[in-house]
């Protein structure tokens, strides 16, 4: 039986690279597929893993009652035409170790998969996963030039979601109820907001006590490292791989949802030159608004004091990058 549509744009389906298929990346294709979102072309440095895995899912078509298609490959040519890439290609932390410990092993890993990635799908939005993740996106962004709408990274609906849980675990309600927000860099100086964070629309300064939201606070700042400790060989990738996911989905269906990213800033919060988390409008073309909240003055000073040391962060990327490039030499 064969059929040739007259109208090819009917029959259109969108395709996501994901570069990196270990925990987070594989997670990611899987959730993509399974709320049919897109095809999705999974790539690792690792011969014959993606394949592996891109077979195991589209084994589970079936069952899972869709028709995606996912591609396992080694090469950057079956990525091309990509609308959306996500760099999830790099090594993960140890217990013991902070994100900033793996800038020297993922800037380099984090450049190359940009470029290579971007030669193939030069219109793609791209989202950076890797960590340390401010830092990233930073390089990512300076490796190819693209417009702040175009890059962005995933951390604040993951920092967030954290939030979310442990508000809702305390006060005993679902995490549907609860909307929390968290910004600033994806580390300890991450900024969780209270005042912007609400049960069924009430701040949660009304409904528990100061000493009770700075647990909390701080449990959400160490969210990634008590996972990492709980598991001892590797981080979080389920909750990465929903909030990746819900990024995907609000740009891939045009959805105008409102959602905290690392974005390249252009003066808003009087800060620039920048990647760091902000809430931020994201549709079809990518992110279309950052969203500049009224902060208190220590919630501007937390948020200043998160950007420092991510500048810091990417002065010594630099740094490795240019060291990396003369050895090369
Ligand atoms: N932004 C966030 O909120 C989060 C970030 N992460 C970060 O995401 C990264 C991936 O984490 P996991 O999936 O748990 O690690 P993983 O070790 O399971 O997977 C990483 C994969 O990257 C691949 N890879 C390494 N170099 C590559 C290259 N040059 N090209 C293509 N693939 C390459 C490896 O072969 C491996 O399969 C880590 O840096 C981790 O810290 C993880 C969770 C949340
Ligand atoms: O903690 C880690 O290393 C992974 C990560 O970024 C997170 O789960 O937030």
Not at 21 to 28: E, F, I, K, N, P
Not at 149 to 174: H, K, N, P, W, Y
Not at 276 to 282: D, Q, S
């Amino acid at each position: 039986m064969s059929y040739s549509p007259s109208s090819p744009m009917l029959c259109y389906s969108p395709r996501v690279t994901i570069v990196g298929a270990g925990r987070v990346g594989s997670t990611l294709a899987q959730r993509i597929a399974e709320k049919n979102l897109a095809d999705v072309v999974l790539l690792d440095i690792i011969p014959r893993m993606p394949q592996g895995l891109a077979l195991d899912l589209m084994e589970a078509r079936g069952i899972e009652t869709h028709n995606r298609k996912i591609i396992g490959t080694n090469d950057y040519a079956d990525t091309f035409g990509s609308e959306i890439v996500v760099i999830a290609a790099g090594i993960p932390r140890k217990p013991g170790m902070s994100r900033d410990d793996l800038l020297k092993t993922n800037a380099g890993i984090v450049v190359e998969a940009t470029m290579s990635a971007i030669a193939r799908s030069p219109d793609a939005i791209f989202i950076i996963i890797t960590n340390p993740l401010d830092v990233m996106t930073y390089l990512a962004r300076q490796a190819t030039s693209l417009p702040r709408d175009r890059i962005m990274g995933m951390a604040g609906v993951l920092d967030s979601a954290r939030f979310q849980t442990f508000i809702a675990m305390e006060f005993g309600v679902s995490p549907v109820d609860v909307n929390a927000m968290v910004l600033g860099s994806h580390g300890d100086l991450m900024v969780p907001l209270p005042r912007y964070s609400t049960v069924n629309g009430i701040p949660i300064t009304e409904l528990m006590d100061a000493a009770t939201i700075e647990r909390l606070v701080q449990r959400t700042r160490h969210g990634g490292a008590e996972i990492v400790e709980l598991m001892q060989t590797g981080g979080a990738f389920f909750a990465p791989a929903s909030a990746t996911c819900v990024m995907i989905e609000a740009i891939l269906r045009n959805e105008s949802r409102l959602l905290p990213v690392a974005a390249y800033l252009q003066g808003e919060y009087g800060l620039e030159n920048i990647c760091l988390g902000v809430p931020c409008r994201l549709g079809c073309g990518g992110i279309d608004t950052v969203l500049e909240l009224n902060l208190t003055d220590a919630e501007m000073a937390a948020l200043h004091t998160s950007a420092e040391s991510v500048r810091e962060n990417i002065e010594r990327s630099q740094e490795i990058l240019a060291t990396a490039g003369d050895s090369q030499q």
